[in-house]
T-cell receptor, first 112, second 114 residues
Framework: AQRVTQPEKLLSVFKGAPVELKCNYS??????LFWYVQYSRQRLQLLLR??SRESIKGFTADLNKGETSFHLKKPFAQEEDSAMYYC??????????????FGSGTRLQVQP | EPEVTQTPSHQVTQMGQEVILRCVPI?????FYWYRQILGQKVEFLVS????????KSEIFDDQFSVERPDGSNFTLKIRSTKLEDSAMYFC????????????FGQGTRLTVV
């Protein structure tokens, strides 16, 4: 069975501070990993995924298969980064199955 | 920018009643999904739909649930006889095609069963 763990429910930082949102996963094959973000009163939207290796809004995430992690990082937090962040996993690369398994989410609060 | 649209935004229903949640996926997308999030819990996968049939479903998606694409634009989730524990936010999503797994989510329908 696959599982995604986000250990922090809330992460509060000051503007300009570095941010790391943790995500660990449990899956025996080759996972496809995503970060979704939900700003206040808005829909879930894709922030980034490991296969594209992009940096979006200054955020990056590297898949570490040894540590089974996909932590989300940003060197300097902005107030507009305040949102709920969800890590998600798909087994599509192995199985073709497209269902996403989500973590419980971390609320990032960036204080001025 | 095209979006997934869900109606209604909030639905209140009595226990035992049937409810239909509606979604209009992005028009050229081929895969459709329903997820739900019970208050305070994780977003959970319910079902995916491709080529006019269910392609995957979770253990949650039992005989009480069904999905349909009644025409070229709508995608519906029906709960036959609602229970209190069906109260949740239900999200519809769609994705473009076989090579692109990015899911685009709707804004959700909050279902309250009383």
């Amino acid at each position: 069975a696959q599982r995604v763990t986000q250990p922090e429910k809330l992460l509060s930082v000051f503007k300009g501070a570095p941010v790391e949102l943790k995500c660990n996963y449990s899956y025996s094959g080759s996972p496809e990993l995503f970060w979704y973000v939900q700003y206040s009163r808005q829909r879930l939207q894709l922030l980034l995924r490991h296969i594209s290796r992009e940096s979006i809004k200054g955020f990056t995430a590297d898949l570490n298969k040894g540590e089974t992690s996909f932590h989300l990082k940003k060197p300097f937090a902005q107030e507009e980064d305040s949102a709920m962040y969800y890590c998600a996993l798909s087994s599509s690369m192995d199985t073709g199955r497209r269902a996403l398994t989500f973590g419980s989410g971390t609320r990032l609060q960036v204080q001025p | 920018e095209p979006e997934v649209t869900q109606t209604p935004s909030h639905q209140v229903t009595q226990m035992g009643q049937e409810v239909i949640l509606r979604c209009v996926p992005i028009s050229n997308h081929l895969y459709f999904y329903w997820y739900r999030q019970i208050l305070g819990q994780k977003v959970e996968f319910l079902v995916s739909f491709y080529n006019n049939e269910i392609s995957e479903k979770s253990e949650i998606f039992d005989d009480q649930f069904s999905v349909e694409r009644p025409d070229g634009s709508n995608f519906t989730l029906k709960i036959r006889s609602t229970k209190l524990e069906d109260s949740a936010m239900y999200f519809c999503a769609s994705s473009p095609g076989p090579m692109d797994t990015e899911a685009f989510f709707g804004q959700g329908t909050r279902l309250t069963v009383v």
